[in-house]
């Protein structure tokens, strides 16, 4: 009964700024790495960023700069901090919890980015 719940996702204009939020919760053993994937129309689903339990983190280059990923360890939540948007940042953002034995994925959140 582990639950993934993503929010934040919505419209900004270019060069805006938004915030995405992610809540686990349930049946879960400890976490281990917490990430953002994102996945254009047309597009395979691509890494963002991930942080560990211990707090290292890793972006991919297109991101670095412009997003921070950070969590809340003690209530199992993981949050994108997303600058400088472009329409290129369009896409469904999906959280991901590896948990220990598990791997876990939220249903996703649209972020739309327009000029």
């Known amino acids: 009964q582990v639950q993934v719940v993503e929010s934040g996702g919505g419209l900004v204009q270019d060069g805006g700024s938004l915030r995405l939020s992610c809540v686990a919760s349930g049946n879960l053993v400890s976490i281990q790495t917490m990430g953002w994937y994102r996945q254009a129309p047309g597009k395979q689903r691509e890494l963002v960023a991930t942080?560990?339990?211990?707090?290292?983190?890793h972006y991919v280059d297109s991101v670095k700069g412009r997003f921070t990923i950070s969590t809340n360890n003690a209530k199992n939540t993981v949050y994108l901090q997303m600058n400088r948007l472009n329409p290129e940042d369009t896409a469904v953002y999906y959280c991901?919890?590896?948990?220990?034995?598990?791997?876990?994925w939220g249903k996703g959140t649209l972020v739309t980015v327009f000029s």
């Open positions: 991901n919890v590896d948990a220990t034995l598990n791997n876990y």
């Open positions: 942080i560990t339990r211990g707090g290292s983190t």
